[in-house]
């Protein structure tokens, strides 16, 4: 088994997981404080207990068991009356909670200590719970004899509002000492409580009485100036809603010029009517027949003045929704934009500090301060200003002593301007320094054999400054405190790359160095070519396309056994995309081919596609983390249409092409080839509400070769099987919506379905639970509890075969 269920990411999806569940106990148990007897907080918050305790035990987090065990049994001992769960006993549910939010391995020791603590609380809690189903009553409240009248139970012990009064009068008869408990338990508990949003079941007791100054804060309401908190998900979301909404304002356009050709055709079929008319004219025809060309022109004559009429409607609609969307869009993308200067506060303390650690004397200064810039893009360029600014201490300004004896300042300028251009971020780091030493750097380059040395005195300027970008070079022999490794203009090159940015350096001798970012103003929305692989559609940013091109096949040459074009003066290789995405080669193969041209120097190919399909202006819709890093995907976006599109990262596209070279694997396009048979593969259906087996099932299938979809519910799973053709289903049993054993039983029922095998996998291990699950049905029941990988595959393999046919 290549996936280890205690490889790190499985710990991850866990965590993932338990941070879920634990919101929704948190929610639970703060409405249960409030509801004792709350029936859907109890089952809410018994399920989440419920499919944690399975998603541990399934990874093998004991410790998690152990805790979600016993928060599930305070829960079915609250939905069965035999306990009711007060504050105190909500206090340590809750810190249950706060430590299900942390919990991770079996290797931590505090998370040991901490969820045995609390087990062992609960579990005195459940020791004095009466073992029938008789409700218990609270201590201190009479019990209501037979005839007598009914008083009103005593309240729980609540905390009041700041300046309420709490009503004491009917808890009079309980013990003075028992009920400060509480009080300080229930103050203990909202103390330490996260805040929640109020739900719509909440009470007017229990929202807190405004403040007597509210009616003065109201007035502060129209304040331009006011900051107000914001969830950052909630303003990406704003952000990408806008987009969609530029990007499908713009459909508007094409739309309108295709109607200009259905006004096109209509006025050619109005001049064809009139010649018509003119013809028969002369002609006696019956007067009907006159009157009903007569009327025809007439309509159509209409008909053209209302097409007319609301064409220009639409031009006109097209502008103001096209210019609405621009400013909507520009009002989002303004919320999630940081003052540059947010992202520089460190920086003057470090040239400071670094300047002086040099012997140098250096002024510092900051332009475009208040230049907005995307919080993204702000976040990656501390590490990049830093390595640029110490690469302009070190190497470009010289001590004191020598520029004073080039006739300059002694105290040299260091400016980090940010500013925006031509709808770019243009970032500038410049000083007055001595410039680089061309002759060093061109003796490095041949030192370091990066180039022969005619080759290296044939390079112009800025042939020579791009060597400064290349990974470990510097022109430092001995490595110091701030310089010498290598790392800081190839750490800045990376991270402009990975931004769809380009960098520059340029220099004047004695006068100085300048390095010039050019980045975009947001990663939210890109301009990308759309090409089809495999019937599938892929984007590519247009920032990493070189060209694009129609090749013929007899063009494509094989040399040493590589395939190569020529391409602006030289010869660039070629690779299919169908070999980059491991999709299946076309079946028929056209004489000429898609390309596209991508990557820069030694590593430029050009790319097969299949075809293209034009550019589109894209809002990026980034992966689900949980996903992890998808191979040559960076995100996905929606089309016009609503079609989603995953977008290609190019830099992943070239290290597969590199794999393929280098391990010879890469196919010819020169001419088709016949398409090889496919094999059938036998497709696995898994149904469980558990985000950790789900994923776990589906890796331990598919890296075995079968085609795996998963459901989230049995609802969900007896809607796939009705719309999709399945070899298998596996199923959990305790499930929201409908269970395990219901969906068995539906699928057995079913005339069309009945043939499907099902197999359970549950935690439930009993034999009662066995049997009940193959009596609905089901053709093979596996116990999580004794769960492992092969177990689970040789069961599929019993009931269905092996992945292909």
């Known amino acids: 088994m290549t996936d280890d269920p205690r490889r790190p990411s499985l710990i991850d999806l866990f965590r993932e997981e338990a941070r879920t569940q634990a919101r929704v106990l948190n929610d639970g148990l703060l409405v249960l404080d409030r509801a004792p007897n709350d029936a859907a907080a109890l089952e809410a918050c018994m399920r989440a207990a419920h499919s944690l305790k399975g998603a541990a035990r399934i990874v093998g987090v004991q410790v998690g068991v152990e805790l979600a065990h016993a928060m599930e049994d305070c829960f079915v001992a609250a939905q069965e009356g035999r306990a009711l769960l007060d504050a105190a006993w909500i206090d340590e549910l809750l810190r249950g909670v706060d430590i299900i939010a942390r919990i991770g391995n079996d290797e931590d020791e505090s998370a040991r200590d901490a969820v045995g603590a609390c ?245 510092w200064q900051l332009v475009g301060e208040s230049t907005q810039v995307d919080r993204d893009i702000l976040d990656l360029l501390e590490a990049p200003l830093g390595h640029m600014l110490r690469n302009a201490l070190d190497h470009g300004i010289e001590a004191p002593a020598v520029r004073l004896a080039r006739g300059k300042a002694e105290e040299g300028t260091l400016t980090l301007d940010a500013r925006h251009t031509a709808g770019a971020l243009l970032i500038t780091v410049s000083d007055d320094g001595a410039g680089i030493d061309l002759a060093a750097l061109r ?31 510097s022109l430092r022999d001995q490595v110091t405190e701030v310089s010498g490794r290598g790392v800081g203009l190839d750490a800045v090159h990376d991270v402009v790359k990975r931004v769809r940015g380009t960098v520059r350096i340029t220099q004047e001798p004695g006068l100085g160095t300048r390095v010039q970012l050019q980045l975009p103003l947001t990663l939210s929305v890109i301009r990308s070519l759309l090409i089809e692989v495999a019937g599938e559609p892929y984007a590519v940013p247009l920032a990493h396309v070189n060209r694009t091109l129609h090749v013929s096949r007899a063009d494509i040459e094989l040399l040493e056994g590589h395939q190569h074009i020529a391409f602006s003066g030289r010869r660039i290789g070629v690779v299919t995309a169908h070999q980059i995405l491991d999709t299946a080669p076309p079946a028929n193969e056209d004489g000429a081919v898609c390309m596209m041209v991508i990557g820069d120097g030694p590593q430029t190919y050009g790319v097969v596609v299949d075809r293209f399909l034009g550019e589109r202006m894209l809002v990026v819709q980034p992966l689900d983390p949980r996903l992890g890093k998808i191979r040559n995907i960076t995100a996905g976006a929606l089309m016009e249409n609503g079609d989603p599109v995953l977008i290609a990262d ?156």
């Open 119 to 363: 087990v062992a609380a609960l579990q005195a809690r459940m020791a004095r719970v009466a073992p029938h189903r008789a409700p218990l009553r609270r201590e201190g409240v009479p019990s209501v004899a037979a005839g007598s009248a009914v008083s009103a139970p005593a309240p729980r012990a609540v905390i009041e509002p700041p300046g309420a009064r709490a009503d004491t009068s009917a808890n009079a008869d309980a013990d003075d000492d028992a009920t400060f408990n509480l009080l300080a338990d229930a103050l203990r508990a909202q103390a330490t409580a996260p805040v929640v949003p109020a739900t719509p079941a909440s009470t007017a007791t229990d929202t807190p009485a405004a403040p007597a100054g509210a009616s003065s804060a109201s007035s502060t309401t129209n304040d331009p100036g006011r900051m107000l908190r914001v969830r950052a998900d909630n303003l990406d979301r704003l952000l990408s809603l806008s987009g969609e909404s530029l990007v499908e304002s713009r459909w508007l356009k094409p739309f309108a010029q295709s109607m200009l050709r259905v006004k096109r055709v209509q006025r050619d079929s109005t001049r064809a009517l009139d010649q018509l008319h003119e013809t028969l004219a002369d002609l006696k025809l019956d007067p009907r027949a006159h009157a009903a060309l007569e009327e025809l022109r007439r309509l159509t004559a209409e008909s053209q003045h209302l097409l007319a009429e609301r064409l220009a409607d639409l031009e006109s609609f097209d502008r103001r929704s096209t210019h609405l969307s621009q400013q909507l869009y520009d009002a989002a993308l303004q919320c999630r934009m940081r003052p540059f200067g947010d992202g520089t506060g460190g920086l003057a303390r470090m040239v400071r500090d670094v300047a002086r650690s040099l012997g140098k004397k250096v002024r």
């Open 443 to 473: 003796a490095s380059i041949v030192r370091k054999k990066l180039a022969s040395e005619d080759t290296a005195a044939r390079l112009s300027e800025a042939e020579l400054l791009e060597f400064l970008f290349l990974p470990g070079f």
């Open 650 to 805: 190019v830099d992943d596209w070239l290290r597969s092409v590199e794999r393929l070279v280098a391990g010879g694997e890469l196919r010819h396009a020169q001419h088709g080839g016949a398409l090889t048979a496919q094999r059938v593969v036998r497709r696995v259906l898994v149904v469980d509400d558990s985000l950790t087996v789900r994923e776990l099932e589906r890796k331990l299938l598919a890296t075995r070769g079968y085609d795996v979809t998963i459901a989230v519910d049995g609802m969900d799973g007896w809607n796939a099987v009705r719309g999709e053709r399945f070899d298998l289903v596996i199923t959990d049993i305790d499930m929201p919506r409908m269970d395990g054993i219901e969906l068995v039983t539906l699928i057995k029922r079913d005339p069309q379905l009945q043939a499907l095998p099902v197999m359970i996998v549950s935690y439930k291990d009993r034999e009662e639970d066995r049997r009940a699950g193959l009596d609905a049905g089901a053709d093979y029941y596996l116990a999580k509890g004794s769960f492992h990988d092969e177990a689970l595959l040789d069961a599929v393999r019993d009931l269905i075969g092996e992945a292909y046919e």
